[in-house]
């Protein structure tokens, strides 16, 4: 009746304190964002909602579900399947095989992020709003009924008209007044915990930080080393159909953070080697330079290289602007020129 006369404006009502509305208020952005950042993570980590919602069904049984191929997995194994249908010693078989077998790497560091992510971080998200939150929900809905019944009481108080039913009234009042401060303390206690929810959540998000950090650059490590294995990936093939076809690996651009330790990389946008190369270019001269990359030579006008050796280059007029004439004792041949590093 009491709830009924307030919202029809009939009846009066005790505002909660400031302090408290505040707080409540926190508390309630706190759970809907929580549960926002928690689902999105987990469609992040499980983009397949059939498998996601099989895997929140056999946590609901205590039970575990069953190990399946994750996508980079299935992929990594068709790779693997087609280089050895194709012959591992043929170049597109040896290619498929080594990045099948990269993707399989790629698949177990997704485990790993998936597993180290849902321990340490919605793991945390979820019991505060199955847990903190439900109890917070509980003890509010309790000071909502407290706060109805002091009211009814005051309203009472002010329609007793003989002195009898007025103390009778005021008796009502101050116990259903202790009651409802009690409960607000209560709850004040519990909200409060908030600040300290927040302060976990912030470590939880560290952690789930580090785990992408340490998957990505695990994800890196394994394509660069791809890369050097390929070696010649994937402009020969390229250039065996179309000699002026775009110059080898130029794509590739390390994160500005690895490029310290990246210095293996074929990096095109370095303005030195950049302008040591056009200054060569135009020059009739030669440079020593050392190979970035093993190479196999496409064809008899090319020269295969090995990594790390040093070679010496030079231009030749009406040469395609992404190769050089390289020389090695009495071999020569065209040389990639992203797969060198010209030496002073």
């Known amino acids: 009746l009491q709830f009924t006369e307030e919202k029809l404006g009939q009846a009066e009502k005790t505002e909660l304190d400031a302090h408290l509305e505040n707080l409540l208020s926190k508390a309630e952005c706190t759970k809907l964002w929580t549960e926002k950042i928690m689902k999105q993570t987990e469609v992040l980590l499980q983009p397949n909602p059939n498998a996601r919602i099989e895997e929140f069904v056999y946590e609901k049984l205590d039970r575990k579900a069953p190990s399946r191929m994750n996508n980079p997995e299935l992929l990594g194994q068709y790779m693997i399947d087609a280089g050895n249908e194709f012959g591992p010693g043929t170049a597109y078989g040896n290619a498929l095989i080594k990045c099948g077998e990269t993707q399989k790497r790629i698949g177990t560091a997704d485990r790993e992020l998936i597993q180290t992510s849902a321990i340490n971080f919605l793991t945390p998200l979820r019991n505060f709003i199955e847990g903190d939150y439900k109890t917070i929900t509980k003890e509010r809905k309790l000071l909502q009924n407290k706060r109805l019944d002091l009211d009814a009481a005051k309203t009472r108080l002010k329609k007793a008209k003989v002195a009898e039913a007025r103390a009778a009234s005021e008796q009502e009042v101050r116990i259903t007044q202790s009651e409802f401060d009690r409960q607000a303390e209560i709850t004040r206690l519990l909200l409060e915990g908030i600040s300290s929810t927040h302060a976990h959540h912030l470590r939880c998000l560290n952690d789930f930080v580090e785990a992408q950090m340490t998957y990505y650059a695990q994800c890196y490590q394994y394509m660069l080393d791809l890369q050097k294995q390929l070696g010649s990936f994937p402009s020969t093939f390229l250039s065996n159909n179309n000699q002026s076809s775009t110059s080898p690996v130029q794509s590739v651009s390390a994160p500005s953070v690895l490029a310290s330790a990246s210095a293996s990389l074929p990096s095109v946008s370095n303005s030195i080697i950049t302008s040591g190369l056009s200054e060569l270019k135009s020059s009739s001269g030669s440079r020593k330079a050392r190979v970035l990359y093993d190479y196999d030579a496409a064809n008899s006008s090319e ?30 041949g065209k040389v990639p020129i992203t797969y060198l590093e010209l030496l002073n």
């Open 303 to 332: 020269l295969s290289l090995l990594a790390d050796e040093v070679i010496t280059v030079y231009s030749i007029p009406g040469m395609d602007s992404d190769w050089l004439m390289g020389e090695r004792g009495n071999q020569k």
